[in-house]
């Protein structure tokens, strides 16, 4: 069992707005999920890159700090001078110290680069202790140069841009040529023991190192410095060759190793320029690219709910015209339409406005059919109101033509009843006579529900007393009405006839539902507003409260109302003619001294009915009965016919 809280959260009563919103978010949020992404990705890749950059840019203090500890081993050789290059040293390990801090580098690479310092160190300090033969000190600047080299190629692998890959490539390039000299510094330790091997050797590393110098590519800017190392590493060649003197010499070769080392440092910077340059582009791209993507998720975000709550709008505009049309038709132009024609106007005049709803989409079929039910309903209304025409004209002229019949009956048996002597006889005359004005009111009572008057001529003012007498002389077993006091006042003479019909079907039906051997009291009493009440008791078996609400209901509301009609003609009948003039009728219960109970009819007659009251009027002294309790009991018995 849904509860009724649960129907309301169900998603087939949420509002239009409610499930177009559901409808376009789950989209929104697949996009806007794809799109942080991509954004994020973006955005990390161009931190990783920029990260890159950066450590990138330390890459020449990593080469200029291994050339500066290669110096210092091979400086008792070359002769070069250990102030100037202390200083170098020392100056680049301050970047290399914090590159091997940073949080974002790899922790493999950051051991790495902490090693090589501290091998660098090592090497320094060995440098500078006598003892320690040259070509030991040279192997190990060797391989202290190839773990810069693998500290290098680790760094710049980082790289993900092609471009920077290849300049990485011709950046490791050049340190290997940089590196072929320690290898000529043994050589040349053997030509001076006048070796020929070493001469031998010595050769070969020339021949080496030209040949890596003539294999390095640059940029269009960097041809005049290769030029100028390929010459200084010739001049180097050259003085290495040469038999002269170590003092005549080391001038010479100092400055030309100072040369190929700046040159050198020259291409280095160049090259990784050339790479962090690259790899700010890439960084800015990416960061463009972010942006871009962060923007166009906006925008089709944007986009996405502008034609959401465009086509929203449409729909529930639609919705609501066809809403309010749709109710508008329902409780306002087709009751309209349904009440005049009822009234007797031409079917063809009344027609209901069309909902206006002008698309071709299923809202605006759906309107076109709801007017096209509105025309059938019409239609339908028309055809039961000819129907209805001809069903009470059909009333009226069989109840017609059956009084006609009757009151030739009435007149013939009133002659009888004249002529007759015999009092057996005489007797059963008057049983026919009031047969025959039963089916004489019959005949009357289809005429009201035909919504009929009778032809006969309105009379002139009435006792209130012969109305009542007329109603008693109307029905049968008219000996068991006790009649009450009654006041010598006058009705209109239009009231006169359905009034005593009224009262009629009121007593009849009360005799009928009690027992014989009892009394039905007609009593009159005054009312509110100078108006009179007319009461029918009876002590008959009465009715359950919830028939007798019914029942009122039927006096008050007509047939139209009711399916049961047809079983319930007399209440109808009764409020029918009340309706005509203003009158109002209630049944209620009947509450007595006595066990007996029954129903009490109340007739309410307004001032307007009873013009003049004359001299003091005498009321009746008949004890009025109370309510009896409320009980359940068969009501079977209690029907208006």
């Not at 794809?34 to 890749?45: D, L």
């Not at 200083?87 to 590159?99: C, H, K, S, T, Y």
């Not at 709008?313 to 639609?318: D, F, G, Q, T, W």
């Not at 409780?331 to 079917?347: E, H």
């Amino acid at each position: 069992m849904i509860s009724a809280k649960s129907r309301r959260i169900h998603p087939r009563d949420w509002g239009v707005r409610t499930k177009a919103a559901v409808i376009a978010t789950v989209p929104l949020i697949v996009l806007g999920g794809f799109g942080g992404v991509q954004i994020t990705a973006e955005m990390q890749r161009a931190s990783r890159t920029a990260a890159l950059a950066e450590q990138i840019a330390v890459l020449p203090s990593i080469m200029q700090y291994a050339t500066s500890v290669g110096a210092n081993v091979a400086v008792a050789e070359f002769g070069l001078s250990l102030d100037r290059n202390n200083a170098v040293f020392a100056a680049d390990m301050e970047p290399i110290e914090a590159l091997a801090l940073q949080n974002d580098l790899n922790p493999a690479l950051s051991e790495e680069i902490s090693r090589m310092l501290a091998d660098g160190r090592e090497l320094n300090q060995a440098a500078s202790m006598p003892g320690n033969a040259v070509p030991a000190r040279i192997e190990q600047m060797r391989a202290f140069g190839m773990q810069v080299q693998d500290t290098v190629r680790t760094l710049v692998n980082q790289a993900e841009n092609a471009n920077a890959l290849d300049e990485s490539g011709r950046l490791l390039d050049l340190w290997q040529a940089r590196l072929i000299p320690f290898d000529q510094a043994v050589a040349f330790t053997q030509v001076l023991a006048d070796s020929d091997q070493g001469r031998k050797m010595l050769e070969t590393e020339f021949a080496s190192e030209r040949a890596a110098l003539a294999a390095l590519r640059g940029a269009e800017e960097d041809h005049q410095t290769l030029t100028d190392l390929q010459t200084e590493a010739e001049h180097r060649h050259a003085l290495l060759r040469s038999p002269t003197t170590s003092e005549t010499r080391t001038p010479d070769l100092t400055a030309s190793l100072l040369n190929s080392v700046e040159a050198g440092d020259r291409l280095l910077n160049a090259s990784v320029n050339r790479i962090v340059t690259t790899l700010n582009a890439e960084r800015d791209a990416a960061r463009q690219a972010a942006i871009r993507t962060a923007m166009l998720v906006a925008i089709a975000v944007a986009c996405a709910v502008a034609v959401t709550l465009a086509l929203t709008n449409l729909l529930v505009s639609s919705l609501r015209k066809l809403r309010d049309g749709t109710a508008r038709a329902a409780y306002r132009d087709l009751p309209a339409a349904v009440t005049a024609i009822r009234g007797g106007t031409d079917p063809a005049t009344v027609t209901i406005d069309p909902i206006e709803v002008d698309t071709n989409e299923e809202i605006g079929q759906v309107a076109r059919a709801v007017d096209g039910m509105n025309t059938q309903a019409v239609r339908l209304a028309a055809e039961q109101a000819a129907l209805r025409r001809q069903i009470t004209t059909m009333l009226e002229t069989l109840a017609r033509r059956n009084r006609s019949l009757v009151d030739r009956q009435l007149a013939l048996i009133e002659a009888l009843e004249f002529q007759e002597r015999d009092p057996e006889r005489l007797q059963n005359l008057f049983t026919l006579d009031h047969l025959a004005a039963r089916m004489r009111r019959t005949g009357e009572s289809l005429l009201v529900l035909a919504d009929t008057r009778s032809r006969r001529a309105s009379r002139v003012a009435t006792p209130l007393e012969d109305v009542m007498r007329a109603s008693v002389s109307q029905v049968e077993n008219y000996e068991r009405v006790r009649l009450g006091a009654v006041p010598p006042v006058t009705l209109v003479g239009t009231v006169v006839d359905d009034l005593i019909h009224l009262l009629t079907e009121l007593l009849d039906n009360s005799l009928r539902a009690s027992d014989p051997a009892t009394s039905v009291l007609f009593l009159v009493s005054p009312a509110v507003e100078g108006g009179l009440l007319l009461e029918i008791i009876d002590r008959g078996v009465g009715i359950p409260p919830a028939d007798l609400e019914r029942a009122n209901h039927r006096l008050t509301e007509g047939a139209e109302s009711d399916t049961q009609a047809a079983r319930h003609m007399g209440l109808y009948v009764v409020g029918r003619v009340a309706q005509r003039h203003g009158l109002r009728v209630r049944l209620r219960a009947t509450e007595d001294a006595g066990a007996a109970r029954g129903v009490t009819a109340s007739v309410y007659l307004p001032a307007v009915l009873v013009p003049g009251t004359g001299p003091e009027i005498a009321w009746s002294t008949v004890q009025r009965p109370r309510r009896l309790p409320v009980d359940t009991v068969d009501s079977s018995s209690y029907h208006l016919h």
